[in-house]
């Protein structure tokens, strides 16, 4: 029994100190998001051309605008990043 008693209060002894110590801080971090970057790109659909068309009695040349689709893609996710901050 005494034994087992000495055991147990020299077990204590040797682990009270390493559960009592506590680290210096060295720096602190912030958690921050950076979004995702994509890449866009422009698909011709109708192309610029111009028209001669009737309005009001009269001959009219009208040009219409190039039409484009434009389709989004992803180039690289979104992630974490650790910035330095003042600690609190």
């Known amino acids: 029994m005494k034994k087992v008693l ?3 209060l ?5 682990a009270a100190p390493a559960m009592a110590w506590e680290g210096k801080v060295v720096a602190c971090y912030d958690k921050v998001w950076v ?10 659909i109708m192309a ?3 028209e001669w068309e ?7 040349k009208v040009h219409y605008p190039a039409v484009y ?18 600690c609190k």
């Open 35 to 44: 979004p995702a970057k994509y890449g866009y790109k422009q698909h011709l």
């Open 54 to 60: 009737y309005k009001n009695g009269q001959m009219v």
């Open 48 to 50: 610029a051309h111009t």
């Open 10 to 14: 020299l077990a204590a002894a040797f």
């Open 6 to 8: 000495a055991g147990a």
């Open 69 to 86: 689709k434009e389709s989004k893609h992803l180039v690289k996710a979104g992630y974490y990043v650790a910035k330095k901050a003042s």
